[in-house]
């Protein structure tokens, strides 16, 4: 009876072993999907439509997120843009808005949306994502080390941004969020948006 009792307890404790190790594994794969920087943006759209560019002048293709995203979502996108002019807007719901701009066969965007970035005084920057064509960035408010600083001023402000450029047809376009930026969940889903874009195979 105490030898049947002693297997029955080893069994169990392997049993815990295995089920730990398996949901280890689970969670490492979970965690591929994301960037070093814990940011969400792989290329699992199950919460996304893809939302077809061409009707308003820009021959691509882009993921948007849909009703079931959770961020107040709609289920048809609004396309603010006038004929003739070089900026969108991509409104899905409240919370989520992307803006385009064509800067034509300037193919240096990226870089001196970094270099205005790095003269903001009040301001700290720091990089998720830094790439050639696509940075993503936590912007901070500082709240000391400045003389012009209040004495008063306190809880530190952090927003989140996005900022890419893709050739498309020859023309350079420019994706990114708002000035004022976002929490870091509504970064993501425009990230994602963003690294979807695929120019339409033109005859």
Request: proline content about 2%; aromatic content about 12%.
């Amino acid at each position: 009876m105490k030898s049947l009792n002693f297997k029955f307890t080893l069994f169990s404790t392997l049993l815990v072993i295995l089920v730990f190790s398996f949901s280890s594994c689970g969670d490492s794969k979970k965690e591929d999907t994301t960037s070093g920087s814990g940011l969400n943006i792989d290329d699992d759209y199950y919460e996304f439509q893809g939302f077809n560019l061409k009707d308003f002048d820009i021959p691509a293709i882009i993921m948007l997120p849909d009703e079931t995203a959770n961020i107040g979502a709609s289920t048809k996108p609004e396309v603010i843009h006038a004929e003739d002019d070089f900026k969108w807007e991509i409104i899905v719901g409240q919370n989520y808005h992307l803006l385009i701009d064509d800067w034509g066969d300037y193919t240096d965007m990226v870089e001196s949306r970094k270099k205005e970035l790095k003269e903001l005084e009040f301001y700290k920057i720091n990089y998720l994502i830094d790439d050639k064509d696509f940075i993503l960035y936590e912007q901070e408010l500082k709240v000391d080390g400045s003389s012009k600083a209040s004495s008063t001023v306190g809880i530190p402000h952090k927003s989140y941004h996005v900022y890419a450029q893709k050739v498309i047809d020859g023309v350079t376009y420019v994706f990114r969020s708002r000035d004022e930026g976002y929490e870091k969940l509504i970064i993501e889903l425009i990230a994602k948006s963003i690294k979807s874009v695929k120019p339409l195979k033109t005859a």
